[in-house]
């Protein structure tokens, strides 16, 4: 997630615009990751376009310690991309 986060602010700052994530819907809790360092990045590219989303999109976990498919990791790139582009 820090990297796509990251990904899209080179977008925004690569096309002279401001590298602000400005959030497109209201930003998800997963329950697993409260205690966890990365959790408000999980929170903010929930809330951009649904970047983060919990596990297979169901339920409330985002899993962070299980190894990211490669379906997931492509849909995530794709919605981040999809937001930066409309932006």
């Known amino acids: 997630m820090a990297v796509l986060r990251r990904a899209a602010e080179f977008g925004f700052s690569a096309r002279r615009m401001q590298p602000n994530l400005v959030a497109k819907e209201p930003?998800?809790?997963f329950s697993d990751t409260q205690n966890y360092g990365a959790a408000s990045i999980f929170a903010q590219m929930s809330s951009y376009g649904?970047?983060?989303?919990?596990?297979n999109e169901i339920g409330d976990r985002f899993a962070f310690d299980d190894s990211a498919k490669r379906n997931y990791a492509v849909v995530a790139t794709w919605r981040m991309l999809?937001?930066?582009k409309a932006q």
């Open 27 to 29: 930003s998800k809790t």
């Open 82 to 84: 999809k937001c930066v």
């Open 50 to 55: 649904s970047v983060a989303c919990a596990l």
